[in-house]
Nanobody, 124 residues
Framework: QVQLLESGGGLVQAGGSLRLSCAAS????????MGWFRQAPGKEREFVAA????????AYADSVKRRFTISRDNTKNSAYLQMNNLKSEDTAVYYC?????????????????WGQGTQVTVSS
């Protein structure tokens, strides 16, 4: 398993932006597919975005398409989630996750490493 540490969460007004970062403690970061998930109070953890080692064809949940962008920097062992035009329904704890699966995967059960989460609160 990989140790993951998220940062960048906080309180923002609707329409604002935040950038989440996820630092991974592994020398083989380039071989992992990275994902972002979120969990709102009383709801199940849901898929947000994922990016494979090749960086091509990232996947997004329909609710965040054209507003969120996932990226990675393999030289820094880090993944990022740029969130623009935030809405109150984006309020949740955001988790970074990693899987050895070489393809982009959206099912959380396929991820075996998770960060502790970072809170994102969007005020309307």
């Amino acid at each position: 398993q990989v140790q993951l540490l998220e940062s960048g969460g906080g309180l923002v007004q609707a329409g604002g932006s935040l950038r989440l970062s996820c630092a991974a403690s592994t020398r083989t970061f380039h071989s992992y597919t990275m994902g972002w998930f979120r969990q709102a109070p009383g709801k199940e953890r849901e898929f947000v975005a994922a990016i494979a080692w090749s960086v091509r064809d990232p996947a997004y949940a329909d609710s965040v398409k054209r507003r969120f962008t996932i990226s990675r920097d393999n030289t820094k062992n880090s993944a990022y989630l740029q969130m623009n035009n935030l809405k109150s329904e984006d309020t949740a704890v955001y988790y970074c996750a990693a899987t050895k699966n070489k393809w982009v995967v959206t099912d959380r059960v396929l991820y075996d490493s998770w960060g502790q989460g970072t809170q994102v609160t969007v005020s309307s």
